[in-house]
T-cell receptor
Framework: EAQVTQNPRYLITVTGKKLTVTCSQNMNHEYMSWYRQDPGLGLRQIYYSMNVEVTDKGDVPEGYKVSRKEKRNFPLILESPSPNQTSLYFC????????????FGPGTRLTVL | SQQGEEDPQALSIQEGENATMNCSYKTSINNLQWYRQNSGRGLVHLILIRSNEREKHSGRLRVTLDTSKKSSSLLITASRAADTASYFCATDEIGKLIFGQGTELSVKP
């Protein structure tokens, strides 16, 4: 089944404790992206990647890192999480050959205390 | 940067009625997409309309695009309780999507 998976789905952590949210897709998509969703602010893009070893900042990259060492994986790293990073995070992917819809993961709800 | 803005922010209708949601955007686009999100879940792609298209249909969905007014509308006909969700428009900017804040649709049985 074609899908985007994220782990963990729920995470409660404390300020300053490094964490990684994994994202994996099985559709051989070149393009992957991370979004955060906050009430009243909609979805905002954090980082995106057009292909392996190619990443770029989205609209709200501060406090986040990403890497794209393999085509299927696009982890989101919070080196020193802060409470303002409490949010619902989504990973998405799409093919650039037939750029069309983005496929979204189920979301990761992160709470930083 | 926020590109699409949906209107209304919330819409409540009875089952069987039609629901219309509007989206306005600011810059030139390659295409405009509509997504649906059930509460707290991932977004699901509904339909894409390209900048050279004016109208597109998919089942009970009808999307229009007016590039001169920089606006799009999503019409859901004969709504069902299962259509209750948030609906987002998204514009394509060099391979990244910029989402509006969404319309919350509630369809009462």
């Amino acid at each position: 089944e074609a899908q985007v998976t994220q782990n963990p789905r729920y995470l409660i952590t404390v300020t300053g404790k490094k964490l990684t949210v994994t994202c994996s897709q099985n559709m051989n998509h070149e393009y992957m992206s991370w979004y955060r969703q906050d009430p009243g602010l909609g979805l905002r893009q954090i980082y995106y990647s057009m292909n392996v070893e190619v990443t770029d900042k989205g609209d709200v990259p501060e406090g986040y890192k990403v890497s794209r060492k393999e085509k299927r994986n696009f982890p989101l790293i919070l080196e020193s999480p802060s409470p303002n990073q409490t949010s619902l995070y989504f990973c998405a992917s799409t093919s650039l050959e037939v750029y069309n819809e983005q496929f979204f993961g189920p979301g990761t709800r992160l709470t930083v205390l | 940067s926020q590109q699409g803005e949906e209107d209304p922010q919330a819409l409540s209708i009875q089952e069987g009625e039609n629901a219309t949601m509007n989206c306005s955007y600011k810059t030139s686009i390659n295409n405009l997409q509509w997504y649906r999100q059930n509460s707290g879940r991932g977004l699901v792609h509904l339909i894409l309309i390209r900048s050279n298209e004016r109208e597109k249909h998919s089942g009970r969905l009808r999307v229009t695009l007016d590039t001169s007014k920089k606006s799009s509308s999503l019409l859901i006909t004969a709504s069902r309780a299962a259509d209750t969700a948030s609906y987002f428009c998204a514009t394509d900017e060099i391979g990244k999507l910029i989402f509006g804040q969404g319309t919350e649709l509630s369809v009462k049985p």
